[in-house]
């Protein structure tokens, strides 16, 4: 309580050793931090077989903004762009994009040095996530977590830095120095999440896939792990694919992104594209002025 009252409500209560959105609660006075503190410490332990709490800060309106960073085997560590990753629910990512258009140049200079310091401090070698969250109301950043592997959205990155990440690793890990020598970003890129969900709920909905048209064309990228034939189970992550354009602008890149999800067609197991494109209609988004509640607000 003392914690609380120093960092003054309402405040996050997390679980230390959670991920991916589970074991958080907000309180907003002290009372509810009693009763919310004990849920997340028992679900924690129940569910991580942790149950240590952290307390934080809570930000009503707050933007996710990761950097990601490469360990180099000359113990260089470098950075390549930031990922904007505010589309969120249940607190869980499904569209990213880089740049991020929150960020000024100064904003995105000190977010980056910031994260090339994290893994100097360590002596990080790989390819990592530094994750923040940006608070457009004051333009400060605060230090989330970090990831010591690669994201499922490093797409975005690749395609903006002309930068294969999963070869990087590989010539880390065998003490090669890296393929490039410049690291100046072009153009803009985003990636959508394609999952096996309703898309009004974003329940699970699972099922054999009865038809699998991906898009192509100019700026457009598919990763799948799905196609026709194959069946999306009840026992497993419902990501199905991955769809990442990039053009030479934020506007051209959903431009590609509106004809390349007009584009894709999957039948047999429920899947959020028709959300995707409920979002392209957003000014929020479009515009680039949103954040973290931006689906429970189309919801």
């Known amino acids: 309580m003392d914690a609380a009252a120093t960092i003054g409500y309402p405040v996050m209560v997390k679980a230390s050793a959670g991920g991916g959105g589970m074991g958080m609660a907000v309180a907003a006075d002290e009372a509810a931090l009693r009763t919310e503190y004990e849920k997340v410490r028992a679900f924690a332990e129940r569910m991580f077989g942790d149950g240590s709490v952290l307390i934080e800060r809570y930000f009503p309106r707050v933007r996710h903004v990761e950097a990601q960073i490469l360990g180099l085997a000359d113990g260089r560590v470098v950075a390549l762009g930031e990922r904007e990753c505010s589309v969120q629910r249940r607190n869980q990512k499904l569209v990213e994009e880089t740049p991020s258009p929150a960020l000024s140049a100064q904003q995105r200079e000190d977010l980056l040095a910031a994260a090339v310091r994290a893994g100097e401090t360590v002596g990080y070698r790989n390819a990592g996530t530094v994750e923040f969250l940006f608070d457009p109301a004051s333009g400060h950043f605060f230090f989330l977590e970090m990831n010591t592997r690669l994201q499922v959205e490093h797409p975005v990155t690749e395609l903006v830095y002309g930068v294969d990440l999963v070869e990087e690793q590989l010539r880390v890990a065998s003490g090669l120095a890296p393929t490039f020598t410049d690291l100046t970003p072009r153009g803009h890129a985003i990636e959508f ?105 189309m919801r």
């Open 193 to 297: 999440r394609v999952n096996a969900e309703d898309p009004k709920r974003f329940l699970p909905g699972p099922g054999a896939i009865t038809e699998w048209v991906e898009p192509s064309g100019e700026g457009v990228r598919v990763d799948a792990g799905y196609g026709p034939g194959t069946t999306v189970t009840p026992f497993y992550d419902s990501l199905m694919a991955k769809l990442i354009v990039s053009g030479a602008t934020r506007d051209e890149a959903l431009a590609r992104a509106r004809e390349a999800l007009a584009g894709f067609r999957i039948a047999g197991p429920k899947n959020n594209l028709p959300f995707f494109l409920e979002l392209l209609d957003n000014a929020e988004f479009t515009g680039g002025d949103y954040d973290t509640g931006i689906v429970g607000r």
